[in-house]
């Protein structure tokens, strides 16, 4: 039998692959295909090899492909009759050895020697109880030598006892002979004692049998039916009691002082006094609590969803009157009171004043007023600046004064007089005007204008006496100008 699955499966003799054209035997060059029981065929993943002096296909499969009941190895080539071998395997993985399915073995007629066999033993066995101690030592004993003889023993017994009672004979007539005894009417002689007669024994002072399963059932055993089936009604109600004492921590609740319990599960009822202590959560609604309804809840809670997640004074918290930590951001704010900041505030957006006489004011002072925010249009008073740049058109209706005179209003940073500076009304320093200039000078110039004038589109009113350093002749009527 060719072993099953064994680690080294032994070499399978195929035959001769011949090429059909002209009956060559292939030495070389052969492929073999596996196909297991019930199984497709796949490519041999074991040795191919070749007899020296008959080219016979040899294959030495894997383990794998063996581990079936059976599986056929086909050599084939090109051009050539292939080659097939069905292999049968055994139960055994042993070459040489078969294995044995002992429920297979059918009419056995030799006997068959079980040397090195494992027989299972009644602990194995399904369906049976093993001994737990030896019956042999206790078949007869502590009296007979076997079970027999101990029923035999008893046989004789129950004989004898069967003599002695023949002697009483039929309604105790054979009681006759004994001395001492009274029979009755019906058995003179006889004399059957009562309750009152013997020792230790009370007498009934009524019917027992009218008590007997009255008032309820038709007997004892009746009424003990009726009180088994209660009683186990009471026990499912009871096996849901706590193993505590009533009122003790994880007893039942008694009416007044519990000790400290801890209720785990879901707890539905009614409270009518306080609840005192935390409770974790509560899932679902809330009915109702005295004083506050769940709309009045389902109200709050729509509030509170607007608070931020920050303690109240910090960062991205709630305001508080007072010190606030940090920086916060706000979003549009409308204040109907007078609001202080005591630090740095950066406005965003608009600020809208919603009273004309409070609006947004600095130092306390009105916009608008001496001292206060400036306003698009007329400002009230003398506004005196700090530092200001203005980056776009500025238009001043009133005058401005500069509270420092070496500082006083500048343009591109240039002290007014100076050179590239405001012109002030007395003296100028040098001061070269690179643009066109459209507006009329009225009055004198008393100084000299120094520099080339490159051309004067309209009238000169004013007496030119030289140009270019060279006396002017005429009047510009009657006579022509000219040196």
């Known amino acids: 039998m060719y072993p099953r699955n064994a680690a080294t499966p032994p070499r399978i003799a195929l035959g001769?692959?011949?090429?059909?054209?002209?009956?060559?035997?292939?030495?070389?060059?052969?492929?073999?295909?596996?196909?297991?029981?019930?199984?497709?065929?796949?490519?041999?993943?074991?040795?191919?090899?070749?007899?020296?002096?008959?080219?016979?296909?040899?294959?030495?499969?894997?383990?794998?492909?063996?581990?079936?009941?059976?599986?056929?190895?086909?050599?084939?080539?090109?051009?050539?009759l292939p080659v097939?071998?069905?292999?049968?395997?055994?139960?055994?993985?042993?070459?040489?050895?078969?294995?044995?399915?002992?429920?297979?073995?059918?009419?056995?007629?030799?006997?068959?020697?079980?040397?090195?066999?494992?027989?299972?033993?009644?602990?194995?066995?399904?369906?049976?109880?093993?001994?737990?101690?030896?019956?042999?030592?206790?078949?007869?004993?502590?009296?007979?030598?076997?079970?027999?003889?101990?029923?035999?023993a008893v046989k004789a017994d129950t004989a004898a006892t069967l003599i002695d009672t023949a002697e009483i004979g039929a309604a105790g007539a054979g009681l006759t002979g004994i001395t001492g005894v009274t029979l009755a009417a019906s058995q003179p002689g006889v004399t059957i004692p009562t309750v009152t007669t013997l020792t230790g024994h009370t007498p009934q002072t009524g019917d027992a049998f009218a008590r007997l399963g009255a008032p309820a059932g038709a007997s004892v055993s009746a009424d003990n039916a009726a009180?088994?089936?209660?009683?186990?009604?009471?026990?499912?109600?009871?096996?849901?009691?706590?193993?505590?004492?009533?009122?003790?921590?994880?007893?039942?609740?008694?009416?007044?002082?519990?000790?400290?319990?801890?209720?785990?599960?879901?707890?539905?009822?009614?409270?009518?006094?306080?609840?005192?202590?935390?409770?974790?959560?509560?899932?679902?609604?809330?009915g109702s609590v005295t004083g506050l309804t769940a709309s009045d809840v389902s109200a709050i809670k729509t509030k509170t969803d607007f608070l931020p997640s920050v303690v109240a004074g910090g960062s991205g918290g709630v305001l508080i009157s007072g010190t606030n930590t940090g920086t916060t951001t706000l979003g549009a704010l409308t204040v109907t009171g007078v609001t202080t900041h005591t630090g740095a505030t950066t406005y965003?957006?608009?600020?809208?004043?919603?009273?004309?006489?409070?609006?947004?004011?600095?130092?306390?002072?009105?916009?608008?007023?001496?001292?206060?925010?400036?306003?698009?249009?007329?400002?009230?008073?003398?506004?005196?600046?700090?530092?200001?740049?203005?980056?776009?058109?500025?238009?001043?209706?009133?005058?401005?004064?500069?509270?420092?005179?070496s500082n006083n209003f500048r343009i591109n940073g240039v002290v007014p007089g100076a050179a590239g500076?405001?012109?002030?009304?007395?003296?100028?320093?040098?001061?070269?005007?690179t643009t066109a200039l459209t507006s009329n000078i009225i009055g004198d110039v008393t100084g000299n204008v120094s520099g080339s004038v490159g051309s004067v589109t309209a009238n000169v009113n004013a007496d030119v006496q030289k140009v270019n350093n060279v006396t002017v002749n005429g009047d510009g009527a009657g006579t022509p100008w000219g040196p």
Do not use: H
């Open 84 to 152: 097939a071998q069905t292999i049968i395997t055994s139960a055994s993985a042993t070459a040489g050895n078969a294995g044995l399915d002992w429920g297979k073995v059918i009419n056995p007629t030799t006997t068959l020697g079980l040397s090195g066999t494992t027989v299972g033993t009644l602990t194995t066995y399904t369906g049976n109880t093993p001994q737990t101690g030896d019956n042999y030592a206790r078949l007869g004993a502590p009296a007979g030598a076997s079970v027999s003889a101990d029923v035999a």
């Open 421 to 433: 500076g405001v012109f002030i009304a007395g003296t100028n320093a040098a001061t070269s005007i």
């Open 348 to 405: 965003t957006g608009a600020v809208t004043a919603s009273n004309a006489s409070n609006n947004f004011r600095v130092n306390g002072a009105v916009p608008g007023a001496s001292g206060g925010l400036l306003i698009s249009g007329s400002n009230a008073g003398t506004t005196t600046l700090g530092a200001l740049t203005v980056t776009g058109a500025t238009t001043f209706t009133g005058a401005v004064t500069g509270s420092n005179a």
């Open 16 to 80: 001769a692959v011949v090429q059909i054209s002209d009956g060559a035997v292939q030495g070389s060059g052969v492929s073999v295909v596996v196909r297991a029981e019930g199984g497709a065929e796949t490519a041999g993943g074991g040795t191919i090899s070749y007899g020296a002096s008959s080219s016979i296909v040899y294959y030495a499969p894997t383990q794998a492909e063996t581990n079936y009941t059976a599986f056929v190895v086909v050599a084939y080539k090109t051009g050539c």
């Open 227 to 286: 009180i088994k089936a209660d009683a186990a009604a009471v026990k499912v109600k009871t096996d849901f009691l706590p193993s505590a004492t009533a009122g003790a921590a994880g007893g039942v609740f008694i009416a007044g002082t519990n000790a400290a319990t801890t209720v785990t599960t879901s707890f539905t009822t009614t409270f009518t006094g306080n609840l005192t202590g935390s409770v974790g959560s509560v899932t679902g609604a809330v």
